[in-house]
């Protein structure tokens, strides 16, 4: 997997939005960004994914340059339990997915402190 | 319900010892992983195994393997603990198929802590 860049830690305020940078310019044109977070002793959970077009689900929303050599994770509100290190993962879209090419990368990740 | 379990929770042996973390998934996934996370929580995979395929990452001691039972289990043994093993370790799944965008979903984790 192609790699990524992200912030070491972040801070945000309760109730603020939140944008998480990734870079990524390695990308190649099958790979697809993946956002995962870790929650304080838990394990990783995911966020979010995209291709080219920017993506919303209800935990967040995912702004892809149009060169696709960086994203954002948007965190529309923060709250308390967002606080966590989030991953920016480059993911293979290869047809051939039963062997490692599922596999996750972490990097190091944002370490995203919310204020009250 | 529990999409993905593992036990023990905590795990605290002697260096030298053999040991066992299960894990289970309820998901009816395909593919099944193990990850280790170190005190500098750096996350890295350790297997994957899909249809009785395993993927070795190849700095993985080869005293540790993993068992699968079957689709909905895959252990870790982990036989003359070191100190060095002492980590969280996770275990994950995800659907197996063509499409590369199956999310993984995580177990809560096992701290092991080798003596």
């Known amino acids: 997997d192609a790699k990524t860049t992200q912030p070491n830690s972040m801070e945000s305020n309760e109730e603020e939005p939140v944008h998480l940078p990734c870079n990524h310019s390695?990308?190649?044109?099958?790979?697809?960004i993946h956002w995962y977070r870790q929650l304080p002793s838990q394990g990783p959970e995911y966020v979010i994914h995209g291709l080219t077009s920017n993506v919303n689900n209800r935990m967040a929303s995912l702004a892809i340059a149009e060169d696709r050599k960086s994203s954002t994770l948007i965190l529309h509100r923060a709250t308390l339990r967002d606080a966590a290190v989030y991953y920016c993962?480059?993911?293979?879209?290869?047809?051939?997915?039963?062997?490692?090419?599922?596999?996750?990368?972490f990097g190091k990740g944002t370490k995203l402190s919310v204020k009250p | 319900d529990t999409a993905v379990s593992q036990t023990p929770k905590y795990l605290v042996t002697q260096m030298g010892n053999d040991k066992s973390i299960k894990c289970e998934q309820n998901?009816?996934?395909?593919?099944m992983y193990w990850y280790k996370q170190d005190s500098k929580k750096f996350l890295k995979i350790m297997f994957s195994y899909n249809n009785k395929e395993l993927i070795i990452n190849e700095t993985v001691p080869n005293r540790f393997s993993p068992k699968s039972p079957d689709k909905a289990h895959l252990n870790l043994h982990i036989n003359s603990l070191e100190l060095g093993d002492s980590a969280v370790y996770f275990c994950?799944?995800?659907?197996?198929?063509?499409?590369?965008?199956?999310?993984?979903?995580f177990g809560p984790g096992t701290r092991l802590t080798v003596l």
């Open positions: 998901l009816g996934h395909d593919t």
């Open positions: 390695t990308i190649s044109g099958t790979d697809y």
């Open positions: 993962i480059l993911r293979e879209g290869l047809m051939n997915y039963g062997g490692s090419q599922g596999n996750l990368i």
């Open positions: 994950a799944s995800r659907p197996g198929g063509l499409s590369p965008n199956n999310e993984q979903f």
